[in-house]
């Protein structure tokens, strides 16, 4: 008897079956949950009297979820806006020279904490040498001509000299000083801070207190007037300034004093504030932004010099619940997220939105800053609701 193709495969079709049937009867059920799960099979979620989807202690879904509570915030007028930090320019010394010379000694390395008057580098400078040479030439041959005059003076009673000769000699002695104003006048526009010389050697010191940030001069370094970047920075790093590129959208909505939320991506879970204390005055023609400055109290120093941030300026008025956007369940028009009541219990509530943005939302009626909110899982939780209550 011949047997066709379309048999022989139901019959391995059948044996097949029959083998899975067969290991079902044999391995027990939790045994399967082992081969499926790699572990018992995840407890499922019960619908509280109140409403709430409720899990047991150590079910695997509540890895899944985070909560945490989020207080009240002022609502920022947009989304966040691209920042820079940059040095308080009202505490910060750049630090150069006005004559030539030679970096002989450095006595200061970034990072180093200076008081005022603290010497930075020593620099050897025949300019100075070369100043109080004419000085005291100039102060020499005054003294020599105002000894002249005084003999003179005393001769002009008795005609012993001419009129003529006596005016010549009182002009030479006014030469004389003007010569020595001058070479005074000379000292004072190359050491305009009165710095501190012996000989021909400048000690370079510190007009402030604060932190070196920066520093080009190095041992045997040439320097003169006029230089591209300063021989020191010295700062105050407890205050910053800064740099906001505000859309000319915006620009009469911001005011002097406004509060300002920075975020940094070195610190994301951090928020700190600043002060606008400047309203850009020209718009930049290519980008359509103007430049809005605000002062930041970097008490703790993490912030750091042209660090790049997210500025969000605050309105005056109005506060809300900042709430990522993966915490909040869309149904339709309305707007929702979930609230764990008590461990491992969420109540989903509805709310309104004031505003939302590209990663975050701002939540206004429905909470009130004391809740503890669901930022991570709100979909899972949604899902397994619906799941659990029938409706489709």
């Not at 009129?163 to 006014?174: F, G, K, N, P, S």
């Not at 012996?198 to 006029?226: D, Y």
């Not at 959208?249 to 400047?278: C, H, N, T, W």
Request: glycine share 8%; charged share 25%.
């Amino acid at each position: 008897m011949i047997i066709s193709k379309k048999t022989k495969l139901i019959g391995i079709a059948i044996l097949v079956l029959c083998l899975i049937v067969a290991a079902w009867l044999i391995l027990k059920p939790s045994k399967v949950d082992h081969l499926i799960y790699g572990g018992p099979a995840p407890a499922q979620p019960v619908i509280a009297p109140s409403g709430a989807i409720r899990y047991a202690e150590g079910s695997a879904q509540l890895t899944m979820i985070q909560a945490k509570k989020i207080p009240l915030t002022p609502v920022p007028i947009a989304d966040q806006l691209s920042a820079r930090i940059a040095y308080d320019e009202d505490v910060t010394a750049r630090i150069g020279v006005s004559f030539s010379g030679r970096v002989v000694e450095i006595k200061a390395a970034p990072g180093d904490i200076v008081k005022t008057g603290q010497v930075l580098a020593v620099i050897d400078s025949p300019d100075f040498g070369s100043a109080y040479a004419d000085l005291n030439k100039a102060r020499a041959d005054e003294k020599r001509k105002l000894l002249a005059m005084k003999r003179a003076k005393d001769l002009v009673p008795g005609e012993a000299i001419s009129t003529r000769d006596w005016e010549v000699i009182q002009a030479d002695y006014a030469q004389a000083q003007a010569e020595t104003a001058r070479a005074e006048q000379r000292i004072k526009n190359i050491n305009p801070h009165d710095l501190a010389i012996k000989g021909q050697r400048v000690s370079i010191a510190s007009p402030m207190n604060g932190v070196v940030t920066e520093r080009t001069a190095s041992p045997s370094l040439e320097v003169t007037p006029g230089m591209a970047s300063p021989l020191f920075v010295v700062t105050d790093p407890k205050r910053l300034w800064l740099m906001i590129d505000l859309p000319e959208s915006l620009m009469g909505q911001v005011k002097l004093g406004s509060a300002v939320a920075i975020q940094s991506d070195a610190y994301p879970d951090e928020r700190f504030e600043g002060k606008i204390v400047q309203l850009g005055q020209v718009i930049n023609p290519n980008t359509r932004r103007a430049n809005v400055l605000a002062r930041i109290d970097n008490v703790a120093g993490k912030l750091l010099p042209e660090m790049f941030v997210r500025a969000s300026v605050l309105q005056n008025s109005g506060e809300g619940v900042r709430v990522p956007n993966e915490g909040i369940v869309i149904r339709g028009i309305y707007s929702y997220v979930f609230i764990e009541s008590s461990p491992g219990e969420f109540t989903l509530r509805p709310v309104k939105l004031i505003k939302r943005g590209t990663d975050f939302s701002y939540v206004g009626e429905g909470l009130n800053g004391t809740e503890s909110i669901v930022t991570k899982g709100a979909l899972l939780l949604d899902a397994e609701l619906l799941a659990r209550s029938g409706d489709k």
